[in-house]
């Protein structure tokens, strides 16, 4: 059975879901976008993850394509049709479709699609061994706060972790590391988290939201501050968070083994918390 899929008010088999070769995310990447994971049917952060594709609309000055409600109702609604009990739904709005002129069109309607994807969150493989990453240079735009489509140097650092044996990668810019490709990034020396403090040079991470709130509920100690390629080697443990790996123990870093090449007894614990919460609901 096909997936349904939604496009701008309509929910269609895959095969029949179309836009535009007109569409300014198509031609300029001129759009934006939210990954909600979805547990036992049920969105996860969801209000935090609109809060942020509100402040990237507003950023770009796309306008909303329907009404929080109506988007609401949709993320719902996609979640109903493809029985989706686990995985996560991907949502893009962009400027709409207009003649290709690079300044914004006049009275042109934001384009919104969204689809389905399974995937195992809870009982994830990788978070039992942890997984590998190596640094990158950080090649992307200044406004990385923005949760744009325009992901070539992400796809870039993901193809050359992969080509390494590795699953993320860790880009790096003035010797700090920034993030990974799709998550944020984190190391612990002598029992404190470390992760760099939100600005323009990273996403601000629903995720790492949520982790941030926990560690302090449980008193865990985090220092928001850079750091570099050189700590993350020495560092105890490491880990990422995003809303397609949780919060996912790292065990090496550009092939050296962290923390013994095991998952880290802080990250774990993190995790149980984090999907405690999750499976909560
Ligand atoms: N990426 N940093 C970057 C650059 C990201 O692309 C992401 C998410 C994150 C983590 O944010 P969150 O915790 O809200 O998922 C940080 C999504 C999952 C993706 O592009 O698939």
């Not at 000055?61 to 996609?78: G, Q, R, S, Y």
């Not at 195992?120 to 990788?126: M, T, V």
């Not at 650092?157 to 003035?174: F, L, T």
């Not at 944020?184 to 996403?203: F, M």
Request: aromatic share 8%; net charge neutral.
């Amino acid at each position: 059975m096909s997936r349904i899929v939604y496009v701008n008010g309509e929910f269609v088999p895959e095969e029949q879901g179309k836009i535009s070769i007109f569409d300014r995310g198509f031609l300029f990447a001129d759009g934006v976008y939210e990954v909600t994971a979805v547990v036992n049917g049920k969105l996860v952060e969801y209000d935090p993850h609109m809060e942020r594709l509100d402040r990237s609309l507003r950023e770009l000055n796309i306008a909303w394509p329907c009404t929080t409600d109506e988007l609401k109702a949709m993320h719902l609604e996609i979640v109903k049709r493809n029985a989706l009990k686990e995985g996560h739904i991907y949502m893009q709005v962009t400027r709409g479709a207009a003649d290709r002129d690079f300044k914004f069109p006049k009275d042109v309607k934001s384009t919104l699609i969204a689809f389905t994807q399974t995937g195992s969150l809870i009982d994830n493989p990788n978070a039992k061994t942890g997984v590998k990453v190596v640094t990158v240079p950080d090649i992307r735009w200044e406004r990385r706060d923005i949760k744009s489509v325009m992901l070539l140097a992400p796809v870039l650092a993901k193809q050359a972790a992969a080509e390494k044996g590795a699953s993320e990668g860790w880009m790096v810019e003035d010797g700090k590391i920034t993030e990974g490709a799709s998550s944020n990034a984190y190391i612990v020396k002598d029992g404190v988290v470390i992760t760099r403090p939100l600005s323009h040079a990273i996403l601000p991470g629903c995720t790492r939201r949520a982790l941030m709130r926990l560690a302090k509920e449980h008193g865990v100690k985090v220092e928001e501050r850079l750091f570099t390629p050189d700590e993350a080697y020495a560092a105890d443990e490491a880990f990422l968070t995003s809303a397609t790996q949780f919060v996912m123990p790292i065990v090496e870093i550009d092939g050296k083994r962290v923390g013994g090449g095991q998952p880290g007894p802080l990250v774990r614990k993190l995790r149980e918390f984090y999907l405690e919460e999750v499976v909560k609901g």
